[in-house]
C-alpha cells in the first residue's frame, strides 16, 4: 500500500463578487462552480480558462446558499429576501422565482433524483418542493430557533437539519415524522451533511469542533477539535474517506475519517473560510471566504493513498500529540473506492492554463502554507510543510458499496460495456435535461 500522500495544490482562484462568498457547488461534469454572496448575486465560473463567468442579478439581499441539480443543468440559490430562485445555468440568466418562507431562507437542496428541493430558514421551518413548478408539499416544524441548513440523504429518504436551537434533527420524508435529535452543547452546529454512505452525518459547529454521528446507533462516531475558530462548511470526499472543514480561522483542515487524522491544514484565504465543498469525483475541491475570493484546489492526496488497492481495515496511529479525534468502535465507510479513480481527462483538460495564467497562479501559491501529516522538504519553497499526526482507537470499516462503485464493477466484470453505459447515461440525463428546461422556461414565459 502506497503511504505518501501528494499535496492539495491550489489549481485557479476567481475573484468577481464584491462581498463575502457564502456557498459553493460544483455542477456534475466540472466544467461549472455557482457561488452564492452576500452581495446578492449569484455567479457561474466556467472552468475553461477562455470562458467568461456569468452573473446573475435577481436576489434583492445576500444569497446564503446555491446548489446544483444532479443533472447541472439547474441551480438553485437561497436568500435573505425569503425567495428560492432556480437558474438555467447559461449567458441568458434565465430563472424562475418562488416565495420560499417568511425569513431568511438559509439553506437550499435537491434530492438525489433532482425532483424535489429542501430550504431551511429563520422562520423555524424545514419545506420540501416539487422541483417542477416547485409546488409546496410539506413543512418541518419542531425547531424553536433559526434552521441553519438542511439536507437529503443520498437514497432521499432521509433529511438532515441543523439549528440554533443547538439540535440536529433526522426526519423520515415519507412519515414526516421527526426520528431523532442530536444534541449540541457547547453551540450549534452551523452546517450538516451526510456520509456518501448514507449512514451517518457530520455537523460544523459554532464550538470550533467537527462531529461526526451513526444515525443508526445515535452514537457520537469522531469529534475533531481541530480548529480554534466557527466552523462553517464541511464536505465528505465522494469515496467517504475524507472530509474537508471550512472555518473563522481562516484555515481548512482535511480529515481522514479512516485514521481518524488531520492530514491537512491549508492556508489560503485571507479572513474567514466561509463554505467548502468537493467536486462530483473528489478529485478537486472549491472553497470561498470573506475575502470574496472563489478558490479551487485540486485534492492529490485521495488517489495517493488507495492507488494499489483498497483498504479494509482501519490502522492504528500512534503518536505522543494530542489525539485529534475520539472514536467508538465502527466507521461505516463505503469499502470499495472506484468512485476516487473515475475520469479525470476531462478536468485535467479544463485546468490546463496559459504561461501568463500559470505565472499568476505561482505568485498567488506563495502565499498558501499547507501542512501535511510527514514532514519532508519540498521542491517548491514557497510550500511549508510540518508534521500534523494523531493517533484514535482502532476500528473496522463495514463493507459498504457506493452505487458509483457497483456500477463500476459491474460494467468491469463483463457486464454493460463502459462505453455503452456512458452513452446510456448521457442520453438520459439529456431527457432530464430537456424536461428541467421546459418547465423552468414554461415558467418564465407563462407565469408559472
Known sequence: MTSALSDPTLERHFKGHRDTVTSVDFSCNMKQIATGSVDSRVMIWNMKPQMRAYRFDGHKDAVISVHFSPSGHLVASASRDKTVRLWVPSMKAESTVFRAHTATVRS????????????????????????HRQKFLFSLNQHIN?????????????????????????WDKNSRECIHSFYEHAGYANYVDF?????????????????????????????????????NSLSFHPAGNFLITASSDSTMKVLDLVEGK??????????PVTCVAFSRT???????????????????????????????????????????????????????????HSKTSDPAQQFKRQDSQTAAHTQSYRQIGIQSRASHSHANGSLSISSSTAHQTQTQSLPQ??????????????GIPPGLANTLEHIIGQLDILTQIGQILHGVIFGG
Open 108 to 131: 437550499v437542496n435537491f434530492s438525489g433524483d433532482g425532483q424535489t428541493l429542501v430550504t431551511a430558514s429563520d422562520d423555524k421551518t424545514i419545506k420540501v418542493w416539487t422541483t
Open 146 to 170: 433559526w434552521v441553519r441548513c438542511a439536507k437529503f440523504s443520498p437514497d432521499d429518504r432521509l433529511i438532515v437539519s441543523s439549528s440554533d436551537d443547538k439540535t440536529i434533527k433526522l
Open 195 to 231: 456520509h456518501p454512505s448514507g449512514t451517518c452525518i457530520a455537523a460544523a459547529s459554532t464550538d470550533n469542533s467537527v462531529k461526526v454521528w451513526d444515525i443508526r446507533s445515535h452514537k457520537m462516531l469522531q469529534h475533531y477539535k481541530v480548529h480554534s475558530g466557527v466552523v
Open 262 to 271: 488531520l492530514l491537512y491544514t491549508l492556508h489560503g484565504h485571507q479572513g
Open 282 to 340: 473528489g478529485e478537486y475541491f472549491s472553497s470561498g471566504g470573506s475575502d470574496e475570493q472563489v478558490m479551487v484546489w485540486k485534492s492529490n492526496f485521495d488517489c495517493a493513498e488507495f492507488s494499489d488497492g483498497v483498504r479494509l481495515q482501519h490502522k492504528t496511529a500512534s503518536s505522543s500529540q494530542t489525539p485529534t479525534a475520539t472514536s467508538t468502535t465502527h466507521f461505516p465507510l463505503n469499502s470499495h473506492t472506484s468512485v476516487l
Open 401 to 414: 458499496h457506493s452505487p458509483q462503485g457497483q456500477a463500476q464493477s459491474r460494467a468491469s466484470d463483463g
